[in-house]
């Protein structure tokens, strides 16, 4: 069974950065993979934060675009999502996903791609 694990969520002041990582199990390889990270904020609202394709190529949600970024260590295998100037709407569960195909839709993702259990972020005013 291929896992997903994510790390390095926490509780921070706004203006705090984290820096949040996403592992794999052995035998999977990210940059042959897109891979993105999802927040859910709330029950009914999951939102992709940022993405990295297999070819290099990013995308951001406005929201974060100029505070959060997306990167992939091909050598320790690892993706992370670097995150600077925090702000309490930042707050939630982030995700990663990986697939040969990846989607805007976290529960889609969920279904056909790997799909981990989430870390916590909580940005406080």
């Known amino acids: 069974e291929v896992q997903l694990t994510e790390s390095g969520g926490g509780s921070v002041q706004a203006g705090g950065s984290l820096r949040l990582s996403c592992s794999v199990s052995?035998?999977?390889?990210?940059?042959?993979?897109?891979t993105g990270w999802y927040r859910q904020a709330s029950a009914d609202r999951c939102d992709q934060i940022a993405r990295?394709?297999?070819?290099?190529?990013?995308e951001y949600d406005d929201s974060v675009k100029g505070r959060f970024t997306i990167s992939r260590d091909r050598a320790k295998n690892l993706v992370y999502l670097q995150m600077d100037n925090l702000k309490p709407d930042d707050s939630g569960v982030y995700h990663c996903?990986?697939?040969?195909?990846?989607?805007?839709?976290?529960?889609?993702?969920?279904?056909?791609?790997?799909w981990g259990q989430g870390t916590r972020v909580t940005v406080s005013s």
């Open positions: 990295l394709n297999r070819d290099d190529t990013t």
């Open positions: 996903a990986a697939g040969g195909q990846i989607y805007y839709n976290c529960d889609l993702n969920a279904q056909y791609n790997l």
């Open positions: 052995p035998g999977f390889y990210f940059h042959t993979h897109n």
